[in-house]
């Protein structure tokens, strides 16, 4: 069972990023009953083998402690990881366009296309997103749908007919849907700012039954292990209804089939209803119910609908409702008398400004004292705020949706306003409680990498720059964000998040020393060898032989079978166009467009000369 591990391991010949800052380097590590018993060199770890001891030799490889993201929401995307077509990572819109086709060709009806989030136009050497007419070309009778961000989606006209909007379709609060010139819905959706109209119209799609749900979240959890993370904080969602949308989860755990240590958090699920629901839920739980490997973490991060601020930065900033610090100071007393930690997502500093003034109102009345609250983002947080939060002890969980969408701010506010975005190297120096994640699956991709890398460097997928040095943390730094300061958030620090005695036995064996690359193969790291509990969850490379059995992808139509997960180059750059001279099929002559492919990627190419792009980059065949 992995929730009750028992295996007794060595790993020697490696290099050990500990975070232990009594001890920051090994060679090896002993673990007996899922937890490192001793942490050193070769010599006086190996003191303790014995035949009853696997033994396995890591080869030199860079290992860190396992990855944690404080900000996923992996519950819901299990339930449809098998679905969905992903285009995180993908280099080219030829690419893209090109597994769409692909995927459209295998997919049965009634079933969709589903692309939910993960990419940015701006990683496309095209900058640009499909259009509905090269969509309606690629599939002219199966449903489509594909979410951009949170800013909106793109339906072919099947999707549109699934969904059932038509000329009379009105449009919902906050939302648009894009008519022609003769009234008929085109097939965009717009956030204007708010997200529902885009996550409203997914849930219209089928979903998975029950097993196929089971097997989703295996595979989904395969794919955390192999880049390396060992535990995830659920940040809930639109659509994750408790308790129901939690069997699969809780099944799973029972099953003992987690690979994945998961702290989840409830998220209030309709307008006028947050008071009713934790109210309820606060009877039902207590943080910290359940074990290791699947625990209660408190309340978000919506508390209440009147204080959601819509992360669309193609928008203006929403102001939130009058009644909003009435609304979140009737639930935040709630929590604070139950001593639930809390989390709230809050985009703009204007959001932060009046949360707080509830939050300190609420803290005389009924002390937090030692309550782990925190706000989720805070992309334009000031350093008054700081203040503030560092004085009510709480924390900011900050996400790389800026390496998404850095452009689009730039473009609303400017490139001074998006040198601190969020200003993570400031809430550090003013003692806030800080950690890292993604915000996943959507509005961003689950790599963990890329997060590491937009950390460091600054950098959009677009290869923007949009910080300062001064907001910018070495590699030792952000790893310790993305691994000991995130146990804060999940009130676990000391357990897990470092190579230390006593702790977790959760690691992960790198495919390349992430303190030495270039910056710009942080991106490609993955793990050959990740380790929870003690036990072998995933295994590569070398260590293939070790990685634990899982059963094939369900549905035999998945995307996930014939693709995978986020796509990573094998070999740098050079795998990248072999990649992209494969997806377009010019291995044979095309007669329609001729091309070298090596130079789009070397030179800077104008996307916007279709002539001189396409005969750079590789054809366009697949919009044929």
Same mark, same amino acid.
């Given at each position: ?96 366009? !090109? ?20 990419? #940015?136009?701006?990683?496309?050497? *095209? ?56 009234? *008929? ?37 395969? *794919? ?120 709230? !997502? ?30 989720? !983002? ?67 991709? @689950? ?29 030792? #730094? ?25 702790? @977790? ?60 997960? @986020? ?9 990248? !166009? ?47």
């Amino acid at each position: 069972m992995m929730n009750n591990p028992k295996t007794q391991l060595i790993l020697r010949n490696g290099q050990f990023t500990t975070l232990d800052r009594q001890h920051p380097q090994a060679t090896a590590v002993a673990i007996s009953d899922g937890r490192f018993t001793a942490v050193g060199d070769d010599s006086e770890v190996m003191r303790l083998a014995d035949s009853n001891k696997q033994v396995i030799d890591l080869n030199r490889r860079c290992v860190i402690p396992g990855l944690i993201d404080s900000h996923l929401h992996f519950i819901r995307g299990g339930l449809n990881y098998n679905m969905e077509l992903r285009w995180d990572g993908i280099p080219s819109l030829a690419d893209a366009m !090109h597994r769409l086709k692909e995927q459209v060709a295998r997919t049965p009806v009634p079933q969709w296309v589903r692309i939910v989030g993960g990419f #940015t136009e701006m990683q496309f050497a *095209e900058k640009r997103l499909p259009t509905l007419d090269e969509i309606n070309a690629a599939a002219p009778d199966t449903p489509v749908f594909i979410l951009h961000l949170y800013d909106r989606a793109l339906l072919n006209r099947a999707a549109l007919r699934a969904c059932g909007y038509d000329r009379d379709t009105p449009n919902p609060p906050g939302g648009l849907i894009v008519k022609d010139s003769n009234g *008929e819905p085109t097939g965009l959706l717009l956030a204007e700012p708010n997200a529902l109209i885009l996550y409203s119209a997914l849930a219209k799609g089928p979903k998975l039954p029950y097993e196929y749900q089971l097997n989703s979240t295996r595979h989904f959890m395969r *794919e955390m292990n192999r880049l390396g993370i060992t535990s995830v904080i659920d940040a809930g969602g639109g659509f994750q209804n408790y308790p129901d949308d939690y069997k699969i989860i809780e099944d799973l755990h029972k099953a003992g089939e987690l690979t994945l240590r998961i702290a989840y958090n409830l998220f209030t699920q309709k307008a006028g209803e947050e008071i009713a629901d934790f109210s309820k839920w606060t009877k039902m739980l207590k943080p910290g119910d359940g074990d290791d490997y699947y625990r209660h973490n408190g309340a978000g991060e919506m508390l209440v609908f009147s204080a959601a601020d819509f992360e669309d930065f193609r928008m203006p900033r929403p102001d939130m409702a009058p009644h909003m610090e009435k609304d979140l100071e009737a639930v935040v007393r709630i929590l604070a008398s139950n001593h639930w930690p809390f989390r709230l !997502h809050a985009t703009y500093n204007e959001t932060i400004s009046r949360a707080l003034d509830v939050f300190e109102k609420v803290n005389r009345d009924i002390p937090f004292d030692g309550i782990h609250w925190f706000f989720d !983002h805070a992309e334009t947080v000031t350093d008054a705020n700081l203040e503030r939060i560092a004085k009510l002890g709480g924390g900011i969980a900050i996400q790389h949706r800026m390496a998404y969408q850095g452009e689009f701010f730039v473009q609303r506010y400017g490139r001074k306003a998006a040198e601190r975005t969020p200003p993570y190297q400031r809430m550090l120096a003013m003692g806030v409680n800080v950690g890292a994640g993604t915000d996943a699956t959507r509005v961003a991709s @689950y790599d963990p990498w890329t997060a590491l890398y937009w950390l460091t460097t600054g950098k959009t997928l677009g290869g923007l720059s949009l910080y300062p040095a001064t907001n910018l943390v070495d590699r030792e #730094t952000a790893l310790r964000l993305y691994t000991q300061a995130n146990t804060w958030f999940s009130n676990e620090e000391g357990v897990k998040g470092q190579i230390k005695p006593g702790q @977790y036995a959760d690691l992960a064996v790198l495919s390349a020393d992430y303190f030495s690359i270039p910056e710009d193969e942080i991106r490609n790291l993955v793990s050959v060898l990740t380790i929870v509990g003690g036990r072998i969850v995933y295994g590569d490379d070398e260590f293939s032989a070790l990685a634990p059995p899982l059963p094939p992808t369900m549905p035999d139509w998945s995307p996930v079978k014939h693709f995978g997960g @986020y796509f990573k180059p094998a070999a740098g750059a050079a795998t990248i !166009h072999s990649f992209a001279q494969a997806a377009c099929g010019c291995g044979i002559s095309c007669s329609v467009h001729g091309h070298a492919h090596g130079r789009a990627y070397q030179d800077a190419v104008d996307a916007a000369d279709q002539r001189g792009f396409w005969g750079a980059l590789g054809c366009s065949c697949w919009a044929v």
